[in-house]
């Protein structure tokens, strides 16, 4: 009834490894916001309460008074709670678009399975955006985050790949313990991935 709600929400998404998502807690999201409401009519009540019987509201400072406080003071703390549980997964959308891909089918399937509807369009607005700019400027900012020492990157295969991998327009098979140089404009999405461990199999040396 006093911010607990909204508490357990920021809680639940601090419990999550840092830059990763856990499924939207939707239960706990609308019961915070159910809070909320329950504040809200409180407040009216009580306000309703020292109209009728004639108290200044703004001035008085009875039990209702200070009822009514409380009662706002958690409204505002649960809005916040909820205002950051959904900002901070925003941010880690974006970051999304950054480290791993522009196209939501990049995003491996668990990752897409904890978004929600509405998430999954602003990934693909902010994604719309980034593309747009790049093709502005002619630049590939979501490429060489940080400013590469060599031009190519050394990968070794610890294991088979069943799908087929396309780099630079041509199909490469990737056997088993075998060694490749790549250059690091193609490997860069697979970097990314290897981050998130959907691709175990490569190692980077």
């Known amino acids: 009834m006093y911010g607990r709600k909204g508490y357990q929400l920021i809680k639940d998404f601090a419990t999550g490894e840092k830059g990763q998502l856990k ?97 999954k369009e602003y990934f693909k607005n902010h994604s719309v955006a980034l593309k747009s700019y790049m093709g502005k400027v002619g630049i590939e900012l979501n490429v060489d985050m940080v400013p590469p020492k060599d031009p ?14 396309v780099l630079s327009d041509k199909a490469t098979n990737f056997a088993r313990h075998s060694m490749h140089f790549l250059k690091r404009t193609d490997a860069e999405p697979y970097i990314a991935r290897v981050s998130l461990f959907v691709f175990p199999s490569l190692k980077l040396e």
């Not at 999201?29 to 309703?48: A, K, M, P």
């Not at 009822?67 to 941010?91: D, F, P, Q, T, W």
């Not at 190519?152 to 991998?165: Q, S």
Request: glycine share 4%; with cysteine; aromatic share 6%.
């Open 23 to 119: 499924p939207f807690n939707r239960k706990l999201f609308d019961e915070t916001i159910e809070e909320c409401d329950q504040n809200h009519h409180l407040i009216q009540s009580l306000i309703r309460k020292m109209q009728q019987q004639g108290l200044d509201v703004q001035n008085n400072r009875n039990a209702d008074h200070y009822g009514a406080l409380i009662h706002h003071l958690s409204l505002i703390r649960n809005k916040r709670c909820l205002m950051a549980y959904v900002y901070n997964r925003a941010e880690i959308v974006r970051d999304l678009a950054w480290r791993v891909g522009l196209e939501l089918l990049d995003l491996p399937s668990e990752i897409q399975e904890k978004l929600t509807t509405l998430e």
């Open 152 to 165: 190519y990157i050394k990968v070794r295969i610890l294991d088979d790949i069943d799908e087929g991998i």
